[in-house]
């Protein structure tokens, strides 16, 4: 059964880079799935951010495609998430999730990771 | 970008109720319909997808209809472990979008 687990620093300065790595385990990350963020502000509703699939490609949510940069690490099973010049407004639980494709049915996220805090404060 | 507007935004129902939330599209997304189910500091969890199909290990009081641009999710009788928010998504095109959430609370 596949895993994620989101890691990385609960605090980032106004102006600096959010950097995130979700981790797979139980599968491999080269499978047939687009693998996601989605953030959710405390208190407040879920948002996609974007995700990329294996071979590099990759789909970004446009009200954050300026400042943002999502990536795969075939070697280490994992991907990455770096959204730059970060404000207030991106303090949120941030989730890694897998969206499980099909070619009739649509897709969805069917395993998510438990979230991690980020608070953008100086 | 597709719009998913839910109502109600919250609900107040006792356990037994039969509970329905809607979910509309602002363009058709056929059946490319997800509902989730979240819980105060968990991560959303996949009830329904395809719109009516039921996720593996869900209770069969959770169903899904709909297609084109209207849906509902509905809780058969409802139980005290399913008082959660619930939110509805679409994977017709990107940027993927979710519904604002309903909360189901305890009247």
């Known amino acids: 059964q596949v895993q994620l687990q989101e890691s990385g620093p609960g605090l980032v300065k106004p102006s600096g880079t959010l950097s995130l790595t979700c981790a797979v385990s139980g599968g491999s990350i080269s499978s047939y799935n687009w693998w996601t963020w989605v953030r959710q502000p405390p208190g407040k509703g879920l948002e996609w951010i974007g995700e990329i699939y294996h071979s590099g490609s990759s789909n970004y949510n446009p009200s954050l495609r300026s400042r943002l940069t999502i990536s795969v690490d075939k070697s280490k099973n994992q991907f990455s998430l770096k959204l730059s010049s970060v404000t207030a407004a991106d303090t949120a639980v941030y989730y890694c999730?897998?969206?499980?494709?099909?070619?009739?049915?649509?897709?969805?996220?069917?395993?998510w990771g438990q979230g991690t805090l980020v608070t953008v404060s100086s | 970008d597709i719009q998913m507007t839910q109502s109600p935004s919250s609900l107040s129902a006792s356990v037994g109720d039969r509970v329905t939330i809607t979910c509309r599209a602002s363009?058709?997304?056929?059946?490319?319909l997800t509902w989730y189910q979240q819980k105060p500091g968990k991560a959303p969890k996949l009830l329904i997808y395809g719109a009516s199909s039921l996720q593996s290990g869900v209770p069969s009081r959770f169903s899904g209809s709909g297609s084109g641009t209207d849906f509902t999710l509905t809780i058969s009788s409802l139980q005290p472990e399913d008082f959660a928010t619930y939110y509805c998504q679409q994977s017709y095109s990107t940027p993927l979008t979710f519904g604002g959430g309903t909360k189901v609370e305890i009247k």
């Open positions: 363009q058709s997304i056929n059946n490319y």
């Open positions: 999730a897998r969206r499980a494709m099909t070619m009739v049915r649509g897709s969805w996220f069917d395993t």
